[in-house]
């Protein structure tokens, strides 16, 4: 099934989110893309077995303390981007939807000190709730449809404690039509959620990869410099 060029891999990966949403279940073709894998990190189109360039980046210029700090990776796939906060000092929870993705990372990494969990970005552990100092999120929720987008964007942001740091690497349109997706690149009117949810978008920087013109690559870095009032959780 997957022994094809990078274009089919990607057009079956549509195919499968496709039907996952006509199914109302969003997220479930992901465990069918890593399970269906079998090992073989070639059919994982997001799998490049390094920690994400933009996120590296980010770290190599900012250099942050991280003594104590408890970091989060969000559908964190195989691990790499985990496995690099981990090396700095991070204390570091990585999820993701798929139970193979999980089990992979452990496989990986079997004498690991991240903790490698399975959760579901749509129904989180109510511990989690500002409990993170660093929250890394990249591009799962582009991978989502518009119905359960402000949902998302609110998980995302909740995660975050008081003086946190959230990095988000996501596509984004210059247009508030619709997107033809997946994957479903952020409006500006989306992004704005975040301020509305009590961060302070701190830096932007846009990288221009996509061959449609008016999609766009951003890291976005955010801070809580309050907790969420009552109404806002």
């Not at 189109?45 to 996120?55: G, I």
């Not at 980046?57 to 700090?69: A, C, F, M, R």
């Not at 449809?145 to 995660?159: E, G, K, M, Q, T």
Request: hydrophobic share 40%; net charge negative.
């Amino acid at each position: 099934m997957f022994e094809q060029q990078p274009e089919d891999l990607r057009f079956y990966v549509k195919q499968l989110a496709t039907e996952a949403l006509e199914r109302s279940e969003p997220s479930a073709w992901f465990e069918v893309l890593y399970a269906e894998a079998k090992g073989d990190t070639a059919k994982i189109p997001w799998a490049k077995l390094t920690s994400h360039p933009y996120l590296q980046d980010w770290l190599t210029n900012h250099q942050p303390l991280v003594s104590g700090q408890k970091a989060l990776v969000i559908g964190c796939g195989l691990g790499d981007d985990a496995e690099a906060l981990a090396h700095l000092g991070f204390e570091v929870t990585a999820f993701d939807i798929s139970q193979s993705a999980i089990a992979w990372c452990k496989q990986r990494f079997p004498n690991s000190a991240v903790n490698y969990l399975v959760a579901d970005l749509l129904a989180i552990p109510s511990q989690w709730h500002q409990a993170f100092d660093f929250v890394f999120e990249c591009r799962n929720i582009q991978a989502l449809p518009l119905n359960v987008r402000s949902w998302v964007i609110s998980s995302v942001a909740s995660f975050i404690a008081t003086g946190g740091t959230l990095l988000l690497i996501t596509r984004v349109q210059d247009e508030e039509a619709e997107p033809n997706g997946p994957p479903w690149p952020l409006s500006e009117s989306e992004l704005k959620q975040f301020d509305s949810l009590g961060l302070q978008q701190v830096q932007k920087l846009v990288f221009l990869e996509s061959e449609q013109i008016d999609v766009k690559q951003v890291r976005i870095e955010y801070q809580r410099h309050n907790s969420l009032t009552s109404s806002e959780r």
